[in-house]
Every structure is written in C-alpha cells, then in structure tokens.
C-alpha cells in the first residue's frame, strides 16, 4: 500500500535548520502540505505552503484549530545553551516544545513528530552538560505522549544548503572544512538536506529506532 501524502507542520523555519527542512519539503513530490508555524515570516511563497504567524508559542489558542489535518511535524525550533540562563534554556527548549507538542497530540493523535535534538544528547539526564540533560528529558518525555510516533533526530554538525538565507556565518566562513570532515569524522557531520530527507522518509516508511543518530539520518536520506 502507497505511504499517505506528507501533510506537515514546520517550526523554526527562520533559522538555519528549519529553513533547509521547509526547503526540502518543498521540493518534495512526497509532501503535499506544509504548514509553516512561525513567530515572523520567512517571505517564502510556494503553492504548498500556509504560513501562520505565532506571536506566543507558549499560547496556541490562537492558532490551535489550524493546526488539525496534518499527519507530521518537524519540530527545528530550538536556541543554543550559550549565554543564557538553566533557567531560561529550560524553559525554551523543554517546557515550549511540551507545550507545543501536547496541543498537537490531541488536535491529531495519528500525527507523527520529528524532533531537531542534537548529538551528545543524554538519555539518562545524568550528563555533566546541562543542554545535554534538558534535551534528553525533552526527548524522553516527547516519547510519553500519544503521538503514532516520536522520532528524536541528533544530527552531529550541519552543512548547509546552498543558497539558502539562514546560514549561520561560522558555516559560511568554514564551509570549505565540512567536506574533509564528513570524510575524516563521518559519524560527526550531516548536510541539512539529509535531516529533510531524513524526517520525510520516517513519516512515509517508518523506522526502527526512536533515537536517530547521524548514521541513520545517512541511511534514512538514501531511501527511495
């Protein structure tokens, strides 16, 4: 039996990893929906796409009957550990993506949800690094909810797609290093259009494992 069309919710679109998910999701013949859940807008215009725009996304009331119809979410939305409190990093990768996540679960219960974590998460929560226990239990706790299916992607460190206006300026600057890297530490290093490739192929075929390691998003990009 042919997988069901792609019908996806995208967050984090205007930073770099969202924005290359959204792009491969675009080119997709196997996505044919992309709801675009953003705090500003991303100027993009595509046949595909609807773009609600999220002042609050710890307040969904506005948005939440919008978000019904749609069989996946790829979750990039996320900020760096670096210069900010426990406090707030806590709370602006745990308790809004929860958040977020539990009104998705009941509004579609049969939805399937990608989240963008990060390689050295800790599933245990015991880890020295703070980010890497916060993102473990928002990992493990993603998992509780009554989703279909909960895929946690770790991709190591990101290429990105050319061409695309979010990169950050270390990758612009060191793109010229990634090629030696991805052959001299393969396990460390993902291209952007892998992670797309990737989250679309776990809605459409599935997969084994919960925990995608950069090995498997690899392997799940080959597909076909």
């Known amino acids: 039996m042919a997988a069901s069309p792609v019908r996806v919710i995208v967050t984090g679109a205007t930073g770099m990893v969202g924005e290359g998910v959204l792009h491969e999701c675009l080119i997709s013949n196997e996505v044919e929906a992309v709801l675009l859940v ?16 999220l002042p609050d996304f710890f307040d969904l009331s506005s948005i939440q009957s919008q978000m019904a119809g749609y069989n996946a979410c790829f979750f990039c939305l996320g900020v760096s550990s670096v210069g900010i409190s426990k406090e707030t990093y806590e709370r602006l990768t745990y308790q809004l993506t929860m958040g977020f996540a539990t009104v998705l679960a009941v509004q579609n219960p049969g939805m399937i949800f990608c989240y963008v974590s990060g390689k050295g998460t800790d599933s245990s929560e015991k880890s020295r690094m703070h980010w890497a226990r916060v993102k473990g239990k928002t990992e493990n706790d993603l998992q509780k909810l009554p989703f279909r299916s909960v895929y946690c992607f770790r991709p190591g460190i990101m290429s990105p797609t050319p061409g695309l206006k979010n990169t950050l300026s270390a990758y612009k600057w060191l793109g010229w290093l990634l090629p030696l890297m991805r052959t001299v530490s393969p396990n460390s290093i993902n291209s952007l259009a892998e992670v797309g490739h990737a989250m679309i192929h776990v809605v459409t075929r599935g997969y084994i494992q919960k925990i995608i390691e950069v090995a498997d998003i690899r392997k799940l990009a080959k597909l076909r």
């Open 38 to 53: 953003s705090r500003k807008t991303t100027g993009i215009r595509h046949p595909k796409l609807k773009e609600l725009l």
